[in-house]
């Protein structure tokens, strides 16, 4: 196993709870310039669980959904408001 794939086996997961249907879940990745690379849409009561990994240092949440973490429960607003979780950086530190 690479030293990468150590640090990522043990990163941060998210768990998202759809509120309400067609929450959307987009990855966004690291790096100079940040693109979407996945993006998964949940109705009501599906659960995704998500990973930060070397590819991915947000995940954006839109529509009304908990989000579990590691800090506590975080519970997104509206279907027009959307909450961004912070990552961890390249080094494994946490972002602010």
Same mark, same amino acid.
């Given at each position: 196993?690479k $030293? ?13 709870? %759809? &509120? $309400? #249907?067609?929450?959307?879940?987009i *990855? ?7 693109k979407? @690379?996945? /993006? $998964? #849409? &949940?109705?009501? =009561?599906?659960?995704? +669980? %998500?990973?930060? /990994? !070397?590819? /991915?240092? %947000?995940i #954006? +949440?839109r529509g009304?959904a !908990?989000?579990?973490? @590691?800090?506590?429960? +975080?519970?997104? *607003?509206?279907? $027009?408001?959307?909450?961004? &979780? +912070? *990552?961890?950086?390249e080094? *494994?530190?946490e #972002? =602010?």
């Amino acid at each position: 196993m690479k $030293e990468d794939d150590r640090f990522f086996a043990n990163a941060p997961y998210v768990c998202v709870k %759809a &509120l $309400e #249907k067609g929450v959307n879940v987009i *990855g966004v990745t690291r790096g100079e310039v940040t693109k979407i @690379h996945h /993006t $998964e #849409k &949940l109705d009501r =009561n599906e659960v995704i +669980i %998500a990973q930060f /990994t !070397e590819h /991915t240092s %947000a995940i #954006k +949440i839109r529509g009304k959904a !908990e989000i579990y973490t @590691h800090f506590g429960v +975080i519970q997104s *607003g509206e279907a $027009e408001e959307s909450v961004t &979780l +912070i *990552g961890r950086n390249e080094h *494994g530190t946490e #972002k =602010n």
